[in-house]
Every structure is written in C-alpha cells, then in structure tokens.
C-alpha cells in the first residue's frame, strides 16, 4: 500500500498497563507527526519527528508518553501507565518535507484507544 | 496562544445547495493555512493549502478564500453531495522555522437527501 499504516486499528487496555502504538509512513517521507483526538475534539499536536530526530516533544502531555523513530521510517508511540483519559484516537501523519513549509501531510486511519 | 476558530460548529444543508464555513485565526507569525476533509473514522484527507499572497484556491467543487488582513479563511461548498458529509478541518502553520500546526475542532456538515 501507498498510504500511511497503523497498528493496532483498536487497542482495549487496563488502567495502569504499558501501549505501544505503530505507525508506517509513506515510504521516502522525512516527516511524521503523531496526534491525538479526543472524541468531538479537534486533532492536538504530540510530537513531530524529521529524519530520526525529534525538534519539537512539546506536545506531549506527560513522561508517560514518549515516542521514537527509527530508519526513517516506522515509528512508535508509547504511552505508560496508561490513565482513562488517554483513550482517543492517536493519528499519524507523514510529508515529504516540513507540513510547517507547506508540504502536503497524508493522515493513517487512527488507533482507537481505549483505556478501561 | 496560537488558535484557530471555525464556526458553524455543525451544519446541515439539502443535497446540491451551497454552504460556507468560517476560519479565524490568530496564529503569528502566520505560514499557511490549510483545510482538511475528514469523513468519520478516518485521517483528515488535504483539500488546500494556502499562503500569505493567496487569497483564494480552489480544488473541484471545493473554494477557499483567505483575507490574512483579517486572518480569516472560508471554505465555500459548491452543489453539495451526500459525500460531502464530514467534519471540515481549518488548520494554521506559524512560520519563523517552526513546524507547528495549529488546528481548529472542526465544522461537522451533514448534507441530506
């Protein structure tokens, strides 16, 4: 496939246990960013990666949540010690160059978390 | 605090008529402005993407217009379809080397038979 990938589509945890979220961009795309979006809200910014490195974590909500990259390609999202108000949708995106340049961004169709 | 508004918050039109949808903003300093389509569980697919000197950009039945004097944006729905039913997403970059989009909640339309 072409498009931006993510792993698990749905993802039911228990308060308290570790998550591990996946995302393939488009093969070649130097920029991927993760977001999340609670239900009826809009996206918000976690971080952002450009080649393996990260410029800009300030999206973070908390150190339970931290994310890598790796080959500049797959990346993961992880979020400890999840809490109930962790459930949302976790998107992804990647672009060929900086979104901030006005590169086009290509979304993956989300991870629903859920946190009991 | 970087923000952008859109405003309806929800809309429903008849099939075939014409809507607009509203974007203010106040991110500074300003890069581009974007508006996204995203059906219900799906990513925001791009429908266009602006810059300072462009006042207005079309894609299909799809017209956004920018007024960066007044940072507003719209986006103008042209005979609207039953696939047109989506929330409509009005996203802001601010510039000076940063990469930081700023998005709105979202216009959710609803177009009926």
């Known amino acids: 496939g072409a498009g931006v990938s993510q792993s698990p589509s749905n993802k039911v945890t228990e308060k308290g246990k570790d998550v591990e979220l996946r995302c393939d961009p488009i093969?070649?795309?130097?920029?991927l960013y993760w977001y999340r979006q609670r239900l009826g809200q809009g996206l918000e910014f976690l971080i952002y990666f450009q080649g393996n490195s990260a410029p800009d974590k300030s999206g973070l909500p908390s150190d339970r949540f931290s994310a890598e990259r790796t080959g500049e390609s797959v990346s993961t999202l992880t979020i400890q010690r999840t809490q109930q108000e962790d459930s949302a949708v976790y998107l992804c995106?990647?672009?060929?160059?900086?979104?901030?340049?006005?590169?086009?961004?290509?979304f993956g169709p989300g991870t629903r978390l859920t946190v009991l | 605090k970087n923000q952008v508004e859109q405003s309806p918050q929800s809309l429903i039109i008849l099939e075939g008529k014409n809507c607009t949808l509203q974007c203010n903003y106040t991110v500074s300093p300003f890069s581009n402005l974007r508006w996204y389509k995203q059906d219900t569980g799906r990513g925001p697919v791009s429908l266009t993407i602006m810059t300072f000197s462009e006042n207005t950009k079309s894609n299909g039945r799809y017209t956004a217009t920018l007024d960066a004097d007044t940072k507003q944006s719209s986006l103008h729905i042209t005979a609207s379809q039953l696939s047109d039913s989506a929330s409509y997403i009005c996203?802001?970059?601010?510039?000076?080397?940063?990469?930081?989009?700023?998005f709105g909640t979202g216009t959710q339309l609803k177009v009926e038979l």
């Open positions: 995106a990647s672009s060929l160059g900086l979104a901030g340049a006005g590169d086009t961004q290509y």
């Open positions: 093969s070649g795309h130097t920029a």
């Open positions: 996203v802001v970059t601010s510039g000076g080397g940063g990469n930081k989009l700023t």
